[in-house]
T-cell receptor
Framework: ETGVTQSPTHLIKTRGQQVTLRCSSQSGHNTVSWYQQALGQGPQFIFQYYREEENGRGNFPPRFSGLQFPNYSSELNVNALELDDSALYLC???????????????FGSGTRLTVV | AQSVTQLGSHVSVSEGALVLLRCNYSSSVPPYLFWYVQYPNQGLQLLLKYTSAATLVKGINGFEAEFKKSETSFHLTKPSAHMSDAAEYFCAVSDDNAGGTSYGKLTFGQGTILTVHP
């Protein structure tokens, strides 16, 4: 097991720009979720992918989008960045197919995005 | 919809004292419950999880939590605090239901920052 790795660790973008955050899931984990954690808050669910298809989405606008690839990597894309998008973005992976809660999610260390 | 309330955004204890972090949940289905710990500038690490197998759940680093359905609570405890326990702790409930056909979206509480004094 290699855990969940995210890149980059820190990123500064200008309002209106687009950003892509990357995540490499633990080998064999076919389910990946993305969370946004604003300063001083708990993580908020953005969306989840299972076998390369989105199968759940939180209360985030369409400018937040994602992709999951067969090699257990995934991306979070955010268009038209706003100042409020500044946060820690966390990727989490698990075994899917109904086993997510029994197995638990493994989180990465996150990407700290600052929008100026 | 699920929700989680963590009572006390900050808890301070002395080294060696009991740690008690409170969590109450709301769920329309039998819940899956989790406690995570987050150290500064790091991601979340799973401490323990309740999946209906036993109401008293033991986790890593000496932590445990008891599921009380009548009180809709899942409080986290540790008999003796250590300096290394200083961190932020999050309680979470899963959106998944028994049968596991839906996705396991986690709904987190606001977090409790634990400070341990020498």
């Amino acid at each position: 097991e290699t855990g969940v790795t995210q890149s980059p660790t820190h990123l500064i973008k200008t309002r209106g720009q687009q950003v892509t955050l990357r995540c490499s899931s633990q080998s064999g984990h076919n389910t990946v979720s993305w969370y946004q954690q604003a300063l001083g808050q708990g993580p908020q669910f953005i969306f989840q992918y299972y076998r390369e298809e989105e199968n759940g989405r939180g209360n985030f606008p369409p400018r937040f989008s994602g992709l999951q690839f067969p090699n257990y990597s995934s991306e979070l894309n955010v268009n038209a960045l706003e100042l409020d998008d500044s946060a820690l973005y966390l990727c989490a992976s698990t075994l899917g197919g109904g086993e997510s809660n029994l197995y638990g999610y493994t989180f990465g260390s996150g990407t700290r995005l600052t929008v100026v | 919809a699920q929700s989680v309330t963590q009572l006390g955004s900050h808890v301070s204890v002395s080294e060696g004292a009991l740690v008690l972090l409170r969590c109450n949940y709301s769920s329309s289905v039998p819940p899956y419950l989790f406690w995570y710990v987050q150290y500064p500038n790091q991601g979340l690490q799973l401490l323990l999880k309740y999946t209906s197998a036993a109401t008293l759940v033991k986790g890593i680093n000496g932590f445990e939590a008891e599921f009380k359905k009548s009180e809709t609570s899942f409080h986290l405890t540790k008999p003796s605090a250590h300096m290394s326990d200083a961190a932020e702790y999050f309680c979470a409930v899963s959106d998944d239901n028994a049968g596991g056909t839906s996705y396991g979206k986690l709904t987190f509480g606001q977090g409790t920052i634990l400070t341990v004094h020498p």
